[in-house]
């Protein structure tokens, strides 16, 4: 079966007691019994919810693994897999990471001597000799939030796998329609399905797929003893934009390269960050682990960030917001939003500078979007 047909259909079956063509909404907190120990597999919303069942069906088919969990949000997904850790375990996580992860790993688990390194996930080399006896996990974010670095996943996973490490990669920016880590050799997917997955701007969620059995039932032990479970009504509205992540990942991409050659062309930017483009140092790793280049395209505004607010303030579509992925088209400026917890020192070693522009690339008509940068743009 294919991607697309997947989306539509896999854990969406008719619902057996009505017929009902699209998945119900079961919005209950509970689940009657005819006894005690005797149920129709449902007991209580916290444990599962034949709604979020269905979410956690597809959502794992799509990224061709076994198990799937949907989350609450995104970072909560990501709390889940980090349960699996103990004291004095030692993770290799990218420099260039989201600001979320980076604030739970130094707020919440680095005081519980969770130790982690901070390496430069370009260079093999680095990563190697990160490693220590204690190294149980290695955490790839690829493409990067917001400078859209590109990490060879197969190399890396084949790497930590010969040191015994488990490998999880955060695939929200790509999507499973572009790229698919478990068959590049990774343990562990994470997404934040409030971006591309959702689709509309509606829901915060996140979700963890894997095929090791032992380790989906820690993170369902963690999920559910925790509580860090989506609604019903959200399980259901991603199902709903998981029906058309295909058509517009196709659109996101499309309009991304037209606005990424637009910015390229203009003189009043510096620089331009996009994967697709030949010139992009991971061009070649996205060319051969990936489908598509994705729809963010980050470019660097001349000037700082009085040319950065006159950009912001002058666009009309582009709205000035956090998150990315809906069908929408947001603009980020990541030094004060995605990466604010950053110290200001390894906020710009990574890049992430104060004439930095995130432009989430929606799949309104390009003429529109073009025409909105260009206005945004002219001095």
Known sequence: MKFETKAIWVGQEADEATGATIVPIYQTSTFSQEEVNKHKGYEYSRVANPTRTALDKCLASLEEGQYGLSFASGLAAEHAIFTILRPGDHVIVPE???GGTYRIIKEFLEPFNIKFSFTDFTDLNSIS???TSSTKMVWIETPTNPTLKIFDIEEISKLSHSKNALVVVDNTFASPFFQKPLLCGADIVVHSTTKYIN????????AVVLNNEVLYKKILLAQKSIGAVPS????WLTLRGLKTLAVRMQQHEKNAFMVARFLEKNPNVEK????????????????????????VVSFRIKGGLKEANDFFRKLKIFQLADSLGGVESLANYSALMTHDYFPEQLRKKIGVTDNLIRLSVGIEHIDDLLADLQNALNK
Not at 232 to 235: K, L, Q, T
């Open 272 to 295: 331009v960050f996009f994967p697709g483009f030949e010139s992009h140092p991971g061009h070649d790793i996205a060319k051969k682990q990936m489908s598509g280049f994705g729809g």
């Open 96 to 98: 260039d990471m989201y």
């Open 199 to 206: 689709g509309h701007s509606d829901i915060i969620g996140g």
């Open 232 to 235: 019903p009504f959200d399980s």
């Open 129 to 131: 000799s990160a490693f």
